[in-house]
């Protein structure tokens, strides 16, 4: 804990770097979080939605790239990829004493003066270009002449990325899971402080009804139709909410017994949650953000046991993990819940989503910030 009497002060200059404000997902709460801990931060973005956007980050002073004047790109940010490593170099951070860059791709790459302290806030390296490379050139609709694209541009991308990392003074990163990843691909060290959830939100219940749930952006690598051909078979009944651009595929393959209502917020999702048998999770995550919701409702989670999810769920505790992405291997993890071999308690599963509320993320953020700020002064400035 550090000292009142060494904490920032309020004259020191701060901006947020975000890769892009189109939406409210995990990266954005972080983004929330960060906004309270300061309320006078600067925020820039390659592209900014404020239709899309809470209020508390709207209130913000919010920069945008020359991305955002491009056509269509509220909706097709993907598309100018190309341009991002270039679009977030243009943004002139040198009033600031401050920079904290929230990363999962270009955000990181901010040019910074030698005395400004830049600390990143890494949701994950790159999916795309790293670890899921292959299942993105194997999954996506990728036509030959986009595939053969993206790999000669990707390989340019790695080198970028890899550059970019030691612009970054000092690495927070989301769970160990994440921080493997970092120090595999740019040999960086990071501190863990798992991102906000906001647990005291969520309605809690013991009594649950017999449909099972997945809450999930509608993108291949989620694994939502694995979960699908599971259902399909087993004939339970499982409600999907959640939209993207698989939403047509999977509807296409799902039986009766599978329900897709779109994406849904507030008192809805909540009570989605907190009525559900059990919440599927079938994809790797860095984090896994609604494998938390879940328990924060008392609702129990079978996922795939890898990622970010061996830190969040206790096995056999507040839920069960099956090993293999496979069809059977999910649904012999279902049989086994139903089963009641395993007993499960309601309360002991809202306790374990307690952790990561939003209170106790930003009182370590905000520590780790000031922290490492003075210890760069005191290296740097002295």
């Excluded at 770097?17 to 300061?38: A, D």
């Excluded at 993206?150 to 003074?169: E, G, H, Q, T």
């Excluded at 402080?193 to 647990?199: E, L, R």
Aim: include cysteine; aromatic fraction near 14%.
């Amino acid at each position: 804990m550090i000292a009142d009497k060494n904490m920032i002060s309020m004259d020191k200059k701060i901006a947020l770097v975000h890769y892009w404000l189109t939406g409210m997902r995990g990266g954005e709460k972080v983004v929330q979080s960060i906004c309270n801990i300061y309320p006078d931060i600067d925020i820039y973005t390659l592209v900014y939605d404020e239709k899309k956007i809470i209020d508390s980050i709207k209130r913000h002073k919010i920069h945008t790239s020359f991305i955002q004047r491009l056509p269509f790109s509220k909706k097709k940010y993907q598309f100018y990829l190309p341009f991002m490593p270039i679009a977030v170099e243009q943004f002139d951070l040198s009033e600031y004493d401050i920079v904290i860059s929230s990363e999962s791709g270009i955000a990181k790459g901010v040019l910074t003066k030698p005395e400004i302290c830049h600390i990143c806030y890494c949701h994950t390296p790159m999916r795309y270009i790293w670890s899921m490379y292959f299942d993105y050139l194997e999954n996506e609709k990728l036509g030959l002449f986009k595939r053969n694209f993206i790999r000669m541009y990707f390989n340019y991308l790695r080198l970028w990325d890899v550059a970019s990392s030691f612009r970054v003074d000092y690495f927070v990163c989301n769970s160990h899971n994440v921080r493997k990843r970092i120090l595999k691909y740019y040999k960086r060290d990071s501190t863990v402080i798992y991102p906000p959830v906001d647990v005291n939100d969520f309605k809690f219940t013991t009594k649950k009804q017999d449909y099972y749930l997945i809450v999930s952006q509608l993108v291949s690598y989620k694994r939502v139709d694995l979960a699908i051909r599971a259902f399909n078979k087993i004939g339970r009944e499982l409600i999907i909410i959640g939209e993207g651009p698989e939403f047509k595929r999977l509807k296409k393959i799902a039986g009766s017994n599978i329900k897709f209502i779109g994406w849904q917020s507030g008192n809805t999702l909540n009570e989605y949650y907190a009525n559900a048998r059990a919440f599927i999770f079938p994809g790797e995550e860095d984090f896994g953000i609604t494998a938390v919701e879940a328990q924060a409702s008392g609702t129990p989670v079978i996922g795939f046991g890898r990622g970010g999810l061996l830190e969040t769920v206790v096995d056999k505790e507040t839920g069960l993990f099956f090993h293999k992405q496979e069809t059977e291997n999910l649904i012999e993890a279902v049989e086994s819940f139903e089963s009641n071999s395993i007993k499960f308690d309601s309360y002991r599963i809202r306790e374990n989503s307690l952790k990561f509320s939003r209170k106790n993320f930003e009182k370590a953020l905000k520590e780790f910030v000031e922290e490492k700020y003075l210890q760069y002064s005191d290296t740097y400035l002295r």
